[in-house]
């Protein structure tokens, strides 16, 4: 069955800490994959996406995210988090011209002083 | 560039009361989305429309919601009757497929609330 995992339902570094958000999907191709970020009461903003070529994709904010094929995992992280960045953070993956985006449960980040 | 805009961003109703949701895509955007967002969840396709066509509601429980996109812009989603466990975030998005590759951009949604 097709799906997207987060582990991790809720995460707390302190501010300037390094950051990694974990998912994994399960597809019988290769899905495009997307991170994107919530704030309380807002809707998704797009972080970064994967479609093809160099596995290593930067985003705004200073995110990045690497897609590792043999592990179907496309992990996102940020070197130095900024308060700012406490937010909700999705992984997503798509197929097929993105018609058909799967969300997984989302990861909560609080960041402390 | 004006984003996804949906209409409104919060309602509180009783339950059995009908509800409506209106959301105005990017212009430009053939394809638009509804998706439900529960508490703590991630969001979760409701109904896809290209145009004016709503090619994917398999989702959509179309004894009590409905949706439409007249003119192939602006679109509706309705509930009625509503009931308790229709309390969520109702999130439109938008995305023109001619883009390559496709993005959807999200409106802020809006956050009913079934007493």
């Known amino acids: 069955a097709q799906s997207v995992t987060q582990p991790d339902i809720h995460i707390t570094v302190s501010e300037g800490a390094s950051l990694e958000l974990r998912c994994n999907y399960s597809y019988g191709a290769t899905p495009y994959l997307f991170w994107y970020v919530q704030s309380p009461g807002q809707g998704l903003q797009l972080l970064l996406k994967?479609?093809?070529?160099?596995?290593l994709v930067q985003g705004i904010k200073g995110f990045e995210a690497e897609f590792k094929r043999s592990q179907s995992s496309f992990n996102l992280r940020k070197p130095s988090v900024h308060w700012s960045d406490a937010a909700e953070y999705f992984c997503?993956?798509?197929?097929?011209?993105?018609?058909?985006?799967?969300f997984g449960a989302g990861t909560r980040l609080t960041v402390k002083p | 560039e004006a984003g996804v805009v949906q209409s409104p961003r919060y309602k509180i109703i009783e339950k059995k009361q009908p509800v409506a949701f209106w959301c105005n895509p990017i212009s430009g955007h053939n394809t638009l989305y509804w998706y439900l967002q529960n508490l703590g969840q991630g969001p979760e396709l409701l109904i896809r429309?290209?145009?004016?066509?709503?090619?994917?509601d398999s989702q959509l429980p179309k004894d009590r919601f409905s949706a439409e996109r007249l003119k192939g812009v602006d679109s509706t989603l309705k509930i009625q009757p509503a009931e308790l466990g229709d309390s969520a975030v109702y999130l439109c998005?938008?995305?023109?497929?001619?883009?390559?590759?496709?993005?959807?951009?999200f409106g802020p949604g809006t956050r009913l609330t079934v007493t």
């Open positions: 429309y290209e145009n004016e066509e709503a090619v994917d």
């Open positions: 998005a938008s995305s023109n497929l001619e883009q390559d590759p496709p993005e959807q951009y």
């Open positions: 997503a993956v798509a197929l097929y011209n993105n018609n058909d985006m799967r």
């Open positions: 994967y479609f093809s070529g160099d596995t």
